[in-house]
């Protein structure tokens, strides 16, 4: 230890090598210590605080992080860097003969010219800026910084657009568009939150709705767009898009409107052309093929100098909406466009850096309306704003009158409804409880499971969750004569295969490990081959699920689209792989796909924006600060009707429910630094 304190005050060849020997540890990655060394080529006198700092910064923004708050890194870098115990006595030896208080880390972040101060109008290009405040100061890529500055303005711009409302003619919409009732005002369950989110849609450019499963998020969605056409001078000129991150979250936000907006033509009868606006929408899209997405650059084809031709923009499952996309999304899409943001706040946020939704809704719950939206939303939506969710501050944010929490859930009201919300609100003990204490069924735990207990469930289910593997596969291997001459017939058989295979699903929260993905991927092929469901013959074969890890727009197939493969058409011998959006069959033959892997079990964050009639949720031992309450409760929602926890010891998810996912950033404050205006 006293040999590594001393080697940190000796020339900077010698703290660099102490990051390479992480990173040849696995504490570091070795992109990380990397960007540290190109920091030294590219200023020679480069201070350690500099080299440490960017080392520990490219890290956290592998992590999910945005920045890294200098702060908790100069007083608790074991909170930071949570590494093995050998790991964080170096580490502390390091943090021996580096500068005690914050106050030196900034001046010698300062003084190096390879820092920008956020503050300086003047810019050279520098790689890192530091940002945030001297209380909180944060130091970022430059990329993230910029890519959060465009994310603000845009978000700030778009919520203080005023648009004018004829507040009779919306009050006559939504009355038709929602049923009408007599409520007790001051009632928070009896406001109709979807009514009002219609309402505050009309006034501006950007509307949040966040809500948990069964809130009537897409619900309110198609209503506000009927709305919006039965306002309009010209709903026959309008454009609309949908879109979401993935596929099938593409899919189904498209299928739940058309399904509302169905049940709405009949309450309207002729009033309002429905059917027309069905037409006029196009099939939903993934967010990388609404941009226009290349396949070797991070660029896209719409952007600030090329806008999307749009006026209104429904984006779901928002949670998976990482930095850059947000502002690539926000930089193509028209001042003019209304963007309506849909999501759940309490999900997982995006694998890619930043949590956008977690940002813009982190005062959600509290509502925070001024009196103007309060009088706003009385006279067009006839709703009364319950005191508790009026504004204390005389200058509550733009942000916040434009978004609007759904808090009924119409769907998840049984046990599964629950043990979300219990988990989500932190309390272990309810948890624990309602698991244990379910007759039904519909709750599971194993109790000290083996790799063979996931198998066994994947293969045959268990009591009151007989939903797996074997349901696809028995379909997969009982084609009719038909299914192989016939084209109908044939489509007929890979949809119901497809629809099968998404009765049950493993998400996990690692890849490695016998626990994680790629271990249980093998376990499972192999436990289905023994069972004789499954025939797998080298890498490609009748039945195997995939999962394509990189987007490839000429394709038509984004990361994150599953499907199944299986033999094609009648008069065609080779294999393809069959994805579902919807109603509406694709199919890519094997040897295009070059970036997918097997896909029996996924990972939670991999699981957003799909719903599975039964889930088993894997917790492993080694899972770290994986296991968080965010990454529980994602896994919890993903199931429609049975929940299996499969905890490889005792004590992960009372673990998981106490470990709250933090991400830093510093989009929050940069929302809340401009006050709506009186």
């Not at 080392?55 to 100069?74: D, K």
């Not at 998020?217 to 991150?245: G, I, N």
């Not at 189904?252 to 052309?273: N, P, V």
């Not at 197939?557 to 011998?573: E, Y």
Request: with cysteine; hydrophobic share 45%; net charge neutral.
């Amino acid at each position: 230890m006293n040999a590594l304190t001393t080697s940190v005050t000796t020339p900077n060849a010698t703290n660099l090598s102490i990051l390479h020997a992480w990173a040849d540890k696995g504490w570091l990655r070795r992109l990380d210590s990397a960007l540290a060394a190109f920091m030294q080529e590219l200023d020679a006198s480069a201070s350690p605080v500099l080299l440490v700092s960017t080392a520990v910064l490219a890290q956290m923004e592998g992590r999910g992080h945005t920045c890294l708050a200098l702060r908790l890194l100069v007083a608790q870098p074991d909170d930071v860097l949570t590494w093995p115990p050998q790991a964080q006595l170096e580490l502390q030896a390091l943090w021996a003969a580096l500068p005690v208080n914050l106050q030196d880390w900034l001046a010698a972040l300062r003084l190096s010219p390879l820092v920008r101060s956020a503050a300086d109008p003047s810019d050279r290009g520098q790689p890192l800026v530091l940002s945030g405040t001297e209380a909180e100061p944060l130091l970022y890529l430059r990329r993230y910084w910029l890519h959060e500055q465009q994310v603000s303005q845009q978000i700030l711009q778009r919520c203080a657009s005023s648009q004018a409302v004829n507040e009779p003619l919306a009050a006559k919409w939504l009355d038709r568009l929602f049923d009408v009732g007599d409520k007790p005002e001051d009632d928070a369950a009896a406001v109709d939150w979807q009514k009002l989110a219609c309402a505050v849609a009309l006034r501006a450019s950007l509307t949040v709705i966040t809500g948990g499963p069964g809130t009537g998020k897409t619900y309110t969605a198609a209503r506000l767009l009927a709305l919006l056409f039965a306002m309009s001078d010209e709903p026959q000129r309008l454009r609309v898009a949908l879109a979401a991150p993935t596929g099938k979250a593409a899919a189904r936000l498209r299928q739940s409107i058309d399904f509302s907006l169905q049940e709405l033509t009949s309450r309207l009868g002729t009033a309002l052309d429905l059917g027309a606006l069905t037409q006029r929408m196009g099939a939903a899209r993934t967010l990388h093929s609404l941009l226009g997405a290349s396949v070797d650059t991070r660029e896209f084809r719409y952007n600030a100098t090329n806008l999307l031709d749009i006026d209104i923009l429904i984006v779901d499952e928002a949670s998976m909406i990482h930095l850059e996309m947000m502002s690539a999304l926000l930089q193509a899409l028209p001042s003019t466009a209304k963007l309506i943001v849909l999501g759940d706040k309490d999900q997982l946020a995006s694998v890619e850096a930043g949590a956008v939704l977690g940002d813009l809704c982190r005062g959600a719950v509290d509502g925070n309306y001024d009196a103007e939206t309060a009088r706003y939303a009385k006279a067009t939506a006839a709703q009364t704003v319950p005191k508790e969710y009026l504004a204390a501050s005389s200058h509550p944010t733009h942000l916040a009158q434009q978004t609007v929490m759904l808090r009924k859930s119409r769907r998840f009201g049984g046990l599964i409804g629950q043990l979300a919300l219990a988990v989500n609100g932190g309390k272990v003990d309810t948890a624990d409880a309602l698991i244990a204490g379910d007759t039904t069924e519909v709750l599971h735990a194993t109790k000290h499971p083996t790799v063979d207990a996931v198998l066994d469930l994947a293969v045959t289910g268990r009591p009151g969750a007989k939903a797996c593997y074997a349901d696809y596969l028995r379909l997969v291997n009982a084609r009719s004569k038909a299914e192989l001459d016939d084209e109908v017939a044939h489509a007929t058989w890979v949809k119901s295969v497809l629809l099968a295979f998404d009765r049950f699903r493993i998400l996990c929260a690692i890849h490695d490990g016998e626990w994680g993905t790629r271990g249980l991927n093998q376990s499972v092929q192999r436990a289905l081959d023994h069972a004789g469901l499954l025939k797998p013959r080298g890498e490609w074969f009748a039945g195997r699920p995939v999962m394509v890890t990189r987007n490839d727009p000429v394709l038509g197939v984004f990361n994150g689209d599953v499907g199944v493969t299986l033999p094609g058409p009648p008069g065609s011998t080779a294999l393809r792989v069959y994805f579902l959006d919807g109603d509406t069959l694709r199919a890519v033959g094997v040897s295009r796909l070059a970036h997918v892997e097997t896909a029996f079990a996924m990972t939670v964050h991999k699981s957003q924006g799909s719903e599975f009639l039964h889930t088993a949720l894997v917790l492993p031992q080694g899972g770290g600060k994986v296991l968080t309450r965010e990454l529980v409760y994602t896994g919890i929602t993903r199931a429609r009707e049975s929940f299996t926890l499969i905890e490889e010891q005792d004590g992960l998810l009372r673990m998981a429910i106490e470990r709250k996912s933090q991400r830093a950033s510093g989009l929050e404050a940069q929302l809340s630094f401009r006050k709506k205006s009186q």
